[in-house]
């Protein structure tokens, strides 16, 4: 009995975890903004950092941007603003005025109907945060993909804080799990998961500058030492926080202009 009873629980804890899957309706990350005042430095910085970057597109308010594109559609943009002509560069160069850094935040759910209905139901004030499909362009090649360093998935937020997030995501699916120990950022810390990504809630004591919640992001990579080959062949500074036992490799925010870089391989099952 003992027995059964045990697979009994375990039978319910593997369905009650695809349910919560089911009813996330925000499944992951989609992609991050980062604002920067020289596009070409951070392209280089970059590029330096293992990355192949996908050119982006002219744009009639004057943004230029590039890309650091990942299979599943993720991404970390590159972009930053030559003239306030509109609403979003005025807002670009606002933001630049106190260094680079992650703008906004996205959050990728495939479902926009029922993401309005449950977004509905709350009263959260959300001001750098938006909901995407996730872009899969046409003009995608396998190269674009093919990253030295061997990321293949925008996987994790570190936000500090982000309280109305903090609130919001369990409203929309994400469940509690134990906080990672490998960061520098200190053990007090909160986290939730998403089906295909995790984040971090963190005080607000950590901000790189004062009121940007963004402090850093974990790309999961196929394999950490190749990681770390580009990055010392580059010249990276690797920060080696205590607790991650050789699953993560941290770059700091004066090499990723504005946040912090995880490169983290998952453990096999």
Same mark, same amino acid.
């Given at each position: 009995?003992?027995?059964?009873?045990?697979?009994?629980?375990?039978?319910?804890?593997? !369905?009650?975890?695809?349910?919560?899957?089911?009813?996330?309706?925000?499944?992951?990350?989609?992609?991050?903004?980062?604002?920067? %005042?020289?596009?070409?430095?951070?392209?280089?910085?970059?590029?330096?950092?293992?990355?192949?970057? %996908?050119?982006?597109?002219?744009?009639? *308010?004057?943004?230029? *941007?590039?890309?650091? %594109?990942?299979?599943?559609?993720?991404?970390?943009?590159?972009?930053?603003?030559?003239?306030?002509?509109?609403?979003?560069?005025?807002?670009?160069?606002? $933001? &630049?005025?106190?260094? @680079?850094?992650?703008?906004?935040?996205?959050?990728?759910?495939?479902?926009?109907?029922?993401?309005?209905?449950?977004?509905?139901?709350?009263?959260?004030?959300?001001?750098?945060?938006?909901? !995407?499909?996730?872009?899969?362009?046409?003009?995608d090649r396998p190269?674009?993909?093919?990253?030295?360093?061997?990321?293949?998935?925008?996987?994790?937020?570190?936000?500090?804080?982000?309280?109305?997030?903090?609130?919001?995501?369990?409203?929309?699916?994400? *469940?509690? #799990?134990?906080?990672? #120990?490998? !960061?520098?950022?200190?053990? @007090?810390?909160?986290?939730?998961?998403?089906?295909?990504?995790?984040?971090?809630?963190?005080?607000?004591?950590?901000? &790189?500058?004062?009121?940007?919640?963004?402090?850093?992001v974990t790309l999961?990579?196929?394999?950490?030492?190749?990681?770390?080959?580009?990055?010392?062949?580059?010249?990276?500074?690797?920060?080696?926080?205590?607790?991650?036992?050789?699953?993560?490799? $941290?770059?700091?925010?004066?090499?990723?202009?504005?946040? $912090?870089?995880?490169?983290?391989?998952?453990?096999?099952?």
């Amino acid at each position: 009995m003992p027995l059964l009873r045990c697979l009994s629980w375990i039978a319910f804890l593997l !369905s009650a975890t695809a349910a919560a899957a089911e009813d996330a309706v925000v499944r992951g990350l989609d992609y991050i903004p980062l604002a920067v %005042k020289d596009l070409e430095q951070a392209q280089a910085d970059f590029e330096a950092l293992g990355f192949v970057l %996908k050119p982006g597109r002219p744009h009639a *308010n004057g943004l230029r *941007n590039t890309h650091a %594109k990942f299979p599943d559609g993720t991404e970390i943009e590159l972009i930053t603003a030559l003239s306030a002509s509109d609403a979003l560069s005025s807002d670009y160069i606002e $933001w &630049l005025q106190r260094g @680079d850094g992650p703008a906004f935040l996205g959050f990728f759910a495939s479902n926009p109907k029922a993401l309005k209905e449950r977004l509905a139901l709350q009263n959260l004030s959300l001001e750098r945060v938006f909901f !995407s499909r996730r872009q899969h362009s046409p003009t995608d090649r396998p190269e674009h993909f093919a990253h030295p360093n061997t990321a293949f998935a925008l996987s994790g937020v570190w936000l500090a804080g982000a309280e109305a997030e903090r609130r919001l995501l369990p409203l929309l699916g994400a *469940n509690p #799990v134990e906080a990672p #120990v490998c !960061s520098p950022f200190g053990a @007090d810390a909160a986290a939730y998961s998403l089906p295909e990504a995790r984040v971090v809630f963190l005080p607000a004591k950590v901000q &790189l500058v004062p009121g940007r919640s963004i402090v850093g992001v974990t790309l999961t990579v196929r394999d950490l030492q190749a990681a770390r080959h580009v990055l010392e062949t580059g010249r990276v500074a690797i920060a080696r926080p205590p607790g991650c036992e050789g699953r993560s490799l $941290w770059v700091g925010p004066n090499a990723a202009h504005g946040l $912090w870089l995880e490169f983290h391989q998952p453990t096999p099952p």
